[in-house]
């Protein structure tokens, strides 16, 4: 009984924050100030203040993650909604989107190891470039940390936010594809949002882009584990 | 009831995430068991055997509430204070250097097969 109100506790707590710190981004919409962020920091805090574990946390915390599962079914419908654009743009998307999630984790291993990080960050950072729920998964199954995984993940997708227009004009990349295959294969759903800002074309790119990074990146993955 | 209709279809995904985990592990198919769920909704709301109106309601609300369903694991790093030290400014190093390059590799490669098939186009 305790345990049920314990989770509720913590649930309600979290969704209130979350609600809060959506409610400040809506007035103040810095990449800085990215909702996932802020109420992860505050939460932080609170356990850290309040002497509460991690696995505390958790009692509440599970009941969040088991909807990840399910999340990640459920982009299987901007896939299906952009189908048609996507059989239209299949070349484009395919070699942008391929490169793009070979390059994402083989620069991100590469990099890691280059600087003698030890193998549980090589690993975690592999998947750095997919949307967060499957790159918690491949992470875990690649023998990584998830919970570090989903910092960088956050990281590369404030970087696509922040600097995108930066770097898109730094590579020449001029078509509103190519803006939406780089943001959004590269920093998933934070790029998308940025890419939405050229454009309907950008937008559904990035969108696309996303979920099909996920699957290869999936794809990838789990063929790794077969050649170490 | 909306409501009711959106709780209704996130347990329609849900069923496609377990049904992707039994193949995960009965059939030893290596991806993850809701990419595999991912995939056969994908195929069957391609092959109209299922109605995009059976999940448009639950996976729009599913994906609109996407960043909070990441926070419980997010706030896992609280058991890796190292990631404050030196260690960690490495790692950050790495993340952007590499989207950097990543944002740069994807952009060029399809933008230089969008011309070139643009290009085709042109010839015939």
């Known amino acids: 009984m305790t345990q049920i109100l314990i989770a509720l506790f913590i649930i309600s707590m979290t969704i209130l924050i979350y609600l809060g710190m959506n409610y400040l981004y809506n007035y103040f919409p810095s990449p800085f100030l990215v909702p996932m962020m802020t109420t992860g920091i505050v939460l932080i805090l609170l356990l850290i203040s309040f002497h509460v574990s991690y696995d505390t946390y958790l009692i509440g915390g599970k009941w969040i993650n088991s909807l990840l599962g399910p999340a990640v079914v459920a982009l299987a419908y901007p896939l299906y909604n952009q189908r048609q654009i996507l059989r239209k743009n299949i070349k484009p998307i395919m070699a942008g989107v391929g490169i793009g999630a070979f390059t994402g984790m083989a620069s991100g291993a590469l990099l890691s190891f280059l600087f003698g990080l030890n193998k549980v960050m090589i690993l975690s950072m592999m998947p750095k470039s997919i949307t967060a729920p499957v790159a918690m998964e491949v992470s875990s199954e690649l023998g990584g940390i998830p919970a570090i995984t989903v910092v960088f993940v956050l990281i590369a997708g404030l970087i696509g936010a922040i600097f995108g227009p930066i770097l898109l004009k730094l590579f020449h990349i001029k078509s509103s594809i190519g803006k939406g295959i780089a943001l959004g294969s590269a920093s998933h759903a934070l790029g998308t949002s940025k890419a939405s800002e050229y454009g309907e074309l950008s937008f559904s790119m990035s969108s696309v882009s996303m979920a099909l990074t996920a699957i290869i990146g999936a794809i990838v993955g789990s063929l790794i584990p077969l050649f170490f | ?124």
């Not at chain 2, 069923?15 to 595999?36: E, Q, V």
């Not at chain 2, 056969?40 to 109605?51: E, Q």
């Open chain 2, 1 to 124: 009831m909306n409501i009711l209709r959106i709780l209704a279809q996130i347990a329609i995904l849900f069923a496609f995430s377990f049904i992707g985990g039994l193949l995960h592990t009965y059939l030893h198919i290596p991806l993850p068991g809701s990419i595999i769920g991912l995939i056969l909704l994908f195929l069957a709301l391609c092959a109209n055997v299922f109605s995009v109106k059976w999940i448009n309601q639950g996976a729009g609300f599913l994906l609109a509430f996407l960043p909070f369903l990441f926070i419980p694991t997010l706030i896992g790093v609280i058991n890796y204070p190292e990631l404050l030290s030196n260690k960690g400014f490495l790692l950050l190093i790495v993340v952007v250097i590499s989207t950097i390059i990543t944002i740069g590799a994807a952009g060029r490669a399809s933008q230089y097969s969008e011309n070139k098939s643009k290009r085709r186009q042109e010839e015939k």
